[in-house]
């Protein structure tokens, strides 16, 4: 994944650079009185570069809360220091490679998890060259702990850079003022910042993640986590299998070039984060995906055959979107009511000896209104 991440993802060297020389000479431009197009309005590049410096203000006093006390004491400056100039050079770096991608391609398609592979690796490999090797066990944990943390932030340069991007991006067609944008933007990450924590808390008390402490028979999956989790334990412990990190990134070279050679050749392509997502992530997550791909599949050929396909398979994907809004709003709802009624099946309606019978009714019911939805949006479209 990293392999893929590095070699397929990264933007032109000089896109970043470029992007920054541009709103430099419209800010200059713009103070000089001269006309400045619509899409070239952006806020004032000295602004951003401010408000960036200041954002490693609360992310020092984080790191400083996270070390305080711990067997890390003693070395705030030097883990501190380390980690904020890791965040501000990596994170420039992954900001430019995952917002070029998502607008580029969408956000769906830029490598989060390969730049979160990354970032653990480096994250876990300064934090040796800081402490080395054989560190008492209590101390072993809390770099990794660190570790993660570090990473989480930079996870989170890489998420808002997706998003932000994207949604540039759609202004930039519509017409809209990027500045206008931007300060909305800003606005939805403060509030983000806001809900999100509380919903993550509330998941991880009630149904509880996979791996993690008190975690139910219904704990919610996080393959992803729990691979940089292992990677930075490896790494930081002493005994991360690094021949099989080298497998994995020569199968990843392969997986490139048999990718490269079948696009030259015409042929269907073999995209290498792909792959190495297929690999990783559990048969729960990718086969609903695959089903997707399939029924959407069919719903687009047949809305090619219609008067205006367009409008057709803008209504199957509005569809689709609402499923998934649907299933991640009630996903959120149903923690509620485990933690309101203390009970991991608060509304199961047969007992354990029916699981089987009731799975199985439970997935054709889904799939009936999969179609019935489906049927719905094909009879809207065709009127």
Known sequence: ??????????PPSTGPAM??????????????????????????IGL?????????????VLLWSVIAGGPLAGSEFALIGGALVFVVVIGLVIAAVCGYMA????????????????SVLAASLMLVGFFG?????????????????????????????????????????????????Q?????????????VPPVLNL????????????????????????????LAKGVLGGDLNWAMIGWGALAGA???????????????????????????????????????AVIGSVYDRWARTRPDPEAAERMGVLAATGMIVGESLWGVAFAGIVYATNSDAPLALVGPAWEMPALIGGTLLFLALVAAIYRYVRRVAAA
Do not use: H
């Open 183 to 195: 300060v909305a933007l800003v606005i939805g990450v403060i509030f983000g910042s806001l809900v």
């Open 103 to 118: 607008g580029l391609i969408g956000a769906s398609n830029s490598p989060v998890s390969g730049i979160g592979i990354l």
């Open 48 to 60: 951003v570069a401010l408000v960036s410096l200041g954002m490693l203000v609360p992310i020092g």
């Open 254 to 292: 392969i997986a490139i070039v048999v990718d490269e050679a079948l696009g030259r050749a015409g042929k269907l392509r073999l995209p290498p984060l792909g792959i190495g997502l297929g690999v990783y992530l559990p048969m729960a997550v990718t086969l609903p995906v695959v089903l997707g």
């Open 203 to 230: 998941l991880g008390s009630t149904l509880g993640f996979v791996g993690a402490p008190r975690a139910g028979p219904n704990a919610l999956a996080a393959p992803q986590a729990a691979l940089i989790s292992a």
């Open 133 to 181: 090797r054989g560190t008492p066990p209590e101390t072993t944990q809390a770099l990794v702990a660190y570790a993660l943390i570090v990473t989480g932030i930079v996870f989170g340069v890489a998420t808002i850079s997706n998003d932000n991007l994207q949604d540039l991006k759609t202004g930039q067609l519509v017409g809209a003022t990027p500045w206008k944008q």
């Open 19 to 44: 992007r920054i020389r541009v709103q430099i000479a419209a800010s200059q431009a713009k103070r000089g009185g001269a006309f400045v197009e619509l899409g070239e309005r952006d806020l004032p």
């Open 1 to 10: 994944i990293g392999v893929a991440a590095i070699a397929e993802r990264m």
